[in-house]
């Protein structure tokens, strides 16, 4: 079992940062593979960005590639989403969850989420 919890979500403006940041307890985190997802209202859950357990591989959303940047500390059991340039369509509700395997685009994939923290850009 993996018990992860979402914080730095809130309101920006456009063209703002924010930075998400998950915390994770319970199994050896350096075990999982860790992803970024976002819902928006009315949308299904999309991938934003994955890392692999070494921190030394990550994977984006074409779209969000260049303005997202995904990294984890291993010795500090977290994983950061560092969002730059934001913009209104970035707003949702962002999950952070974790794989065991070695997949990292498909949420089916990802067994354990936090309950996710709502990100806002307001135009």
């Known amino acids: 079992q993996v018990q992860l919890v979402e914080s730095g979500g809130g309101l920006v403006q456009a063209g703002g940062s924010l930075r998400l940041s998950c915390a994770a307890s319970g199994r050896t985190f350096s075990n999982y593979v860790m992803g970024w997802f976002r819902q928006a209202p009315g949308k299904e859950r999309e991938f934003v960005a994955a890392i692999n357990r070494s921190g030394h591989s990550t994977y984006y959303a074409a779209s969000l590639k260049g303005r997202f940047t995904i990294s984890r500390d291993n010795a500090k059991n977290t994983v950061s989403l560092q969002m730059n340039s934001l913009k209104p369509e970035d707003t949702a509700v962002y999950y952070c969850?974790?794989?065991?395997?070695?997949?990292?685009?498909?949420?089916?994939?990802?067994?354990?989420w936090g309950q996710g923290t709502q990100v806002t850009v307001s135009s």
């Open positions: 969850a974790a794989n065991i395997g070695s997949s990292y685009y498909y949420d089916h994939d990802y067994k354990y």
